[in-house]
């Protein structure tokens, strides 16, 4: 009851913040734009066109035209989801924190814990309902004028929030430790950044230096971090495989286990710090 | 029964880049709260009244001693349940209306969902925002929030309850009816914890005071018994006093200062005020009243405080 009455209020609070109100109507406006712009045609998939143009044909890559789509709109959307999310969110530690508010909440009968994962969960939750707006709306879109039901694509929203509540742990310790949304929002767009490079290390870290000291410390961090590159390059491959894709290979659940554990071990790092601290 | 019980309770706060520096906030406070009892605790800015509160309801972490609340050790949730605290300076979510925001603190509490919504009514119209339910807070000035924060600080019916400056914004009239709620708590059993700089009005409400000054406890007590002046007396008599009796007097070296039919008498100690009724009566004098002068909880509190920082 206590930390449910915290979770759906951790909801409230995010959605109706102005950065998701924002990207809420920017999905809106994005799903009117298909529905007016893709043609009905649900007996051809091949045959579909945006505002009457043919999308160019990636029939050499093997692609379904939606499926092509699909893709190209799930890469394009995702990096801008988790930043309106980011933004979105970043104050929701910060602001629990604030002198007058942490009193309040650390007076009542809920565990700093409780109360720490009820913000964490309900945040998550809270980008998530924006989430499944944008991706079910294309998912029926696409079912309804094109025929294709790519269950891969819904599926693949599952990833891509699994991959937001990872972020949201560095976001958690940065806003326990900086108390700051600004700060928060910085340390979620480097790890972002840093994730990206650790990712792709083969191809430009290891490239700085051929000591093996240096590139297995480049691995350790890459495996005790959450993986939020590779989750979200994953999510895509449920859809399907990407030709131009730096590392076109098959799904696979590694990196969200991997994330799992790290994930799990910052939010253990700031509860412990959260449970030391004085308001 | 005590409600509060602490033990040599000690904060200090740890500041500086590694957290190597204290700074004292509480120094062996040892404080005992009748249940039933309204309970002040007075002292300057930066005395520790606050992180009193604060430990008690582990907001903040003691760094030393014991306390015990309603019977609780500190940091277990049967002693919150049981507990309504309104902070200094409360922040309430703006995008919530007063009505939902009573819910809200209602759920924390762990409330039953049936009853939160009539309770979070009747509480807005003990506190006069019956007509501001629907409005949000965000649009509240200062004295409605601390209606509001007084409402949420008795969401879940407490049994203790802690106020931190809870007449602070508040119009003449609010205070007035503050203190009327607490004193109606009060009665119907409530302790409660008040901290507040507006000492006319903990002398109005509160049964027992504690006054902190550095972080130390310096005195505790009813009121009634630290407000008075020790043994000076102001005596009523039937007639003005001759100067024959005035030397009488004197030879016995009391300090008086006579005003007409009254005198003023400072005393070493009570069996001086027993010679001098015996003097007066054996003058065929009569005594009309007599009282023992009282300063001010004001008063009391400012020359307490500057005496103990020398100034």
């Known amino acids: 009851m206590r930390f449910w009455g915290m ?44 505002f009457g143009m043919q999308v160019q044909d990636p029939s050499q890559a093997g692609l379904n035209i939606v499926e092509f789509l699909l893709l190209q709109l799930h890469s394009s959307s995702v990096f801008w989801i988790i930043l309106f999310g980011i933004f979105g969110v970043a104050g929701l530690i910060p602001g629990m924190l604030e002198k007058g508010t942490i009193d309040l909440f650390l007076s009542k009968p809920l565990t700093r814990a409780e109360l720490l994962m009820a913000r964490a969960i309900g945040a998550t939750a809270g980008i998530a309902v924006n989430l499944i707006y944008f991706f079910v709306g294309i998912w029926l879109i696409f079912g309804l ?12 929203v599952i ?121 | 029964m005590e409600a509060i019980q602490t033990v040599d309770l000690t904060k200090y706060y740890r500041t500086g880049l590694f957290k190597r520096k204290n700074i004292k906030a509480l120094e062996k406070v040892s404080i005992s709260v009748d249940q039933g009892n309204i309970f002040g605790l007075l002292g300057p800015n930066g005395a520790g009244k606050t992180t009193f509160v604060k430990l008690l309801l582990s907001i903040a972490l003691p760094t030393s001693g014991t306390a015990t609340v ?19 300076s409360h922040r309430y979510p703006g995008f919530l209306t007063a009505l939902d925001t009573l819910i809200f603190f209602g759920r924390l509490n762990g409330m039953p ?15 006069g925002l019956k ?57 119907e059993g409530t302790t409660i914890f008040l901290n507040s700089h507006l000492l006319s009005e903990v002398e109005m409400i509160c049964d027992q005071v504690a006054i902190l000054n550095k972080g130390s406890v310096v005195r505790t007590g009813i009121i009634s018994e630290l407000t008075a002046q020790k043994l000076i007396y102001n005596i009523q008599l039937s007639s003005p006093v001759s100067d024959d009796l005035k030397v009488r007097l004197g030879h016995k070296h009391f300090s ?6 009254s005198l ?27 009282t023992q002068q009282k300063t001010s909880l004001e008063d009391y509190f400012i020359q307490l405080v500057k005496g103990e920082n020398g100034r």
């Open chain 1, 7 to 50: 979770f759906r209020f951790t909801i409230g609070e995010t959605i109706r913040r102005g950065t998701l109100i924002f990207y809420f109507v920017v999905a809106t406006c994005i799903l009117i734009f298909f529905t007016l712009g893709i043609s009905h045609a649900p007996d051809d998939p091949a045959a579909v066109t945006v």
């Open chain 2, 70 to 88: 309603l019977g609780h050790s500190l940091g277990q949730r049967a002693l919150k349940e049981q507990c309504g605290y309104l902070p200094e």
């Open chain 1, 145 to 156: 004028k094109a025929g294709v039901w790519h269950w891969g694509f819904l599926s693949s």
């Open chain 1, 159 to 279: 990833y891509v929030i699994y991959a937001f509540a990872c972020l949201f742990s560095v976001v958690t310790i940065a806003g326990l430790l900086t108390r700051s949304a600004g700060f928060s929002i910085l340390i979620a767009f480097s790890f972002q950044l840093i994730s990206w490079g650790l990712e792709l290390r083969e191809r430009g870290l290891y490239l700085i230096s051929d000591n093996v000291i240096y590139h297995r410390f480049l691995d350790t961090i890459y495996y005790i971090t959450p993986q939020i590159s590779a989750m979200l390059e994953n999510s895509s491959r449920v859809i399907g495989n990407n030709p131009f894709s730096f590392n076109a290979t098959e799904f696979t659940f590694m990196p969200f286990l991997y994330s799992l554990f790290s994930t799990s071990l910052l939010y253990g790092i700031s509860y412990w710090y959260f449970s030391r601290q004085d308001y």
């Open chain 2, 131 to 187: 007509d501001w339910a629907k409005v949000k807070t965000k649009k509240f000035s200062k004295g409605m929030l601390q209606r509001l924060g007084l409402a949420q600080a008795l969401v879940n019916d407490p049994k203790l309850l802690f106020l931190d400056e809870p007449t602070d914004g508040v119009d003449p009239i609010g205070r007035k009816e503050i203190r009327d709620i607490l004193t109606r708590l009060k009665g």
């Open chain 2, 264 to 290: 003023n008498a400072t005393l070493k100690d009570k069996s001086e005020l027993n010679s001098i009724i015996d003097t007066l009566r054996e003058c065929g004098i009569g005594i009309e009243g007599m």
């Open chain 2, 113 to 127: 969902e049936s009853k939160l919504k009539d309770k979070a009514k009747s509480l807005l119209e003990l506190v």
């Open chain 2, 256 to 261: 008086l200062e006579f005003k007409d039919t």
